[in-house]
């Protein structure tokens, strides 16, 4: 069974850093398309950033990339996104996700992905 737990959430200022880590276990991790998800209140899922299986990686877009930068460890298992520079508009619940395949590390789309953590919340306060 495919088990993905994050961790390293919390409250910061703005301008201020975190480091999400997302622990895997339950299957062969390291052939696993992997990203990262935030929901924030009101609104939907959006992908932050996803690394495929041979570390190519692919960022949502400038309101992140830049700022962000997502990265795995396969011999722990253990997938990251170092967060600077927080912004308010950053506060969410982020969540660690899992593919079968590789379309997700283009789309960053929900749908593209098969297995997610619980969350973990991120606060950015101005």
């Known amino acids: 069974q495919v088990r993905l737990v994050e961790s390293g959430g919390g409250s910061v200022q703005a301008g201020g850093s975190l480091r999400l880590s997302c622990e895997a276990s339950?299957?062969?991790?390291?052939?696993?398309?992997m990203g990262w998800f935030r929901q924030a209140p009101g609104k939907e899922h959006e992908g932050v950033a996803a690394?495929?299986?041979?570390?190519?990686?692919?960022y949502r877009d400038s309101s992140v990339k830049g700022r962000f930068t997502i990265s795995k460890d396969n011999a722990k298992a253990t997938l990251y996104l170092q967060m600077n520079s927080l912004k308010p508009e950053d506060t969410a619940v982020y969540y660690c996700?899992?593919?079968?395949?590789?379309?997700?590390?283009?789309?960053?789309?929900?749908?593209?992905?098969?297995?997610w953590g619980q969350g973990t919340q991120v606060t950015v306060s101005s």
């Open positions: 996700a899992a593919a079968h395949n590789a379309y997700g590390l283009s789309t960053l789309s929900p749908v593209d992905f098969d297995f």
């Open positions: 690394i495929d299986n041979d570390g190519t990686i692919s």
């Open positions: 339950g299957y062969t991790y390291s052939s696993y398309c």
